[in-house]
């Protein structure tokens, strides 16, 4: 668990209120009472959209992020959660490397005061995107497998 030793009740979706401090005089925000069928809601339909992957794991990292499901490891469980989509999927990992972590938090803050995630899920799909690069020059020799192994 992500804040298995931070949180008062780990694994379980907060009852109450909240309030996030934005840092440097950007304020605060207070999300919505947590409404536990709206997630789940959210989450089928999200699924379901005709975009792509890379997109709906942003869009859930960032929803999630914002309505502080939990009452500790809000950040660190939406990037997981996103993450394991990607990994699934074979898009890469969301990872904002450290030197881009003022800007990027500063952006959450900006999502979480305007609800607008285009400009950040745009910054993060070119600075927080990694993944691997094929050369596909390279003469790489096949893979010594025998499908036959794995039926």
């Known amino acids: ?56 794991a942003m869009t859930l990292m960032y929803h999630n992020m914002r309505n502080q499901l939990f009452g500790d490891g809000n950040k660190r469980t939406a990037i997981l959660a996103a993450n394991k989509l990607m990994i699934d999927h074979g898009a890469g990992l969301i990872n904002v490397p450290l030197d881009k972590w003022d800007v990027w938090n500063h952006l959450i803050s900006k999502y979480y005061l305007s609800g607008d995630m285009k400009i950040l899920k ?24 025998n499908p036959e192994d794995y039926e």
Not at 127 to 145: A, M, S, W
């Open 1 to 56: 668990m992500v804040a298995r030793y931070d949180s008062l009740n780990p694994g379980s979706f907060r009852t109450g209120s909240v309030t996030v401090e934005l840092g440097n005089d950007k304020g605060e925000w207070k999300p919505q009472e947590l409404d536990y069928q709206s997630e789940v809601d959210f989450f089928n339909n999200l699924m379901q959209k005709d975009t792509s992957i890379t997109d709906k």
């Open 122 to 145: 745009d910054w993060t799909y070119v600075n927080g995107i990694q993944g691997v690069t094929f050369d596909h020059k390279q003469n790489l020799p096949k893979p010594d497998i």
